[in-house]
């Protein structure tokens, strides 16, 4: 669980902050996500988007974690709802992008509820469900929204996705051997880093590893599985 922790937490504190959050803020907020992640509830994932509020945690990572988590339990979303009603500014904001880009029907009657701004209205109409799973992946942005789906669903193909991109990445690679990719190489230490530090991972990836053609079997375990150097 401590090294699983650290992960998240990682990835809490990554991407454009809103502000700079207290770093045993986003220990605590970490901690819980990690609970979520191994006794996933309604009434967890609820508590943990007003404790990412609270925490002024609000950035893309975690409204991507929030949006999958209230999409795979829609009841968080009308038990959110009434610490919702409280806030007020960035937090309000916040929270009613998450609602809209969560798109269950829980969280548009939570969202119908809200006293917002018409301008702020307008703009939620643009936005529809986020599905990163859906997405490619392009940056290590998308890597991050990857690993933050799977830590708010445990949805093995979040992990599967990013070893299916270092498959394309590293075809890619070898036609032009004097690129750098920073994506690829953003994707393998996340992979080996998170094996490292979750048994269940460990077991996704060399599951799917097993599953690929010879030529990438080869290439993944070299880049997943071989011992580094120093």
Excluded at 72 to 84: E, L
Excluded at 86 to 106: E, H, I, V
Excluded at 147 to 160: D, I, L, M, Q
Aim: aromatic share 8%; proline share 4%.
């Amino acid at each position: 669980m401590k090294k699983i922790l650290v992960s998240i937490t990682v990835l809490l504190l990554s991407l454009h902050a809103t502000a700079a959050p207290q770093s045993d803020s986003a220990y605590k907020v970490g901690k819980d996500i990690a609970v979520f992640y191994k006794n996933p509830s309604a009434e967890r994932a609820a508590s943990l988007m007003d404790q990412i509020v609270k925490a002024n945690l609000m950035r893309n990572t975690t409204l991507v974690w929030g949006t999958q988590a209230l999409q795979k339990y829609p009841q968080g979303s009308t038990i959110w709802c009434d610490n919702i009603r409280t806030y007020q500014g960035d937090a309000l904001t916040f929270s009613a992008y998450t609602l809209a880009l969560t798109g269950t029907s829980q969280a548009q009657t939570c969202l119908d509820s809200l006293t917002l701004n018409t301008e702020l209205k307008n703009n939620l109409k643009e936005n529809k469900s986020f599905h990163p799973l859906q997405e490619p992946i392009i940056s290590p942005a998308s890597l991050d929204f990857h690993w933050v789906t799977y830590f708010a669903t445990g949805n093995p193909k979040a992990v599967e996705r990013i070893v299916d991109y270092i498959i394309k990445a590293q075809t890619a690679a070898a036609q032009r051997p004097n690129h750098v990719d920073l994506t690829l190489s953003a994707a393998i230490w996340s992979i080996r880093s998170n094996m490292q530090q979750d048994t269940a991972i460990d077991e996704i990836v060399r599951k799917y590893i097993q599953k690929q053609s010879e030529a990438n079997k080869k290439r993944l375990e070299q880049a997943l599985l071989a011992p580094q150097g120093n």
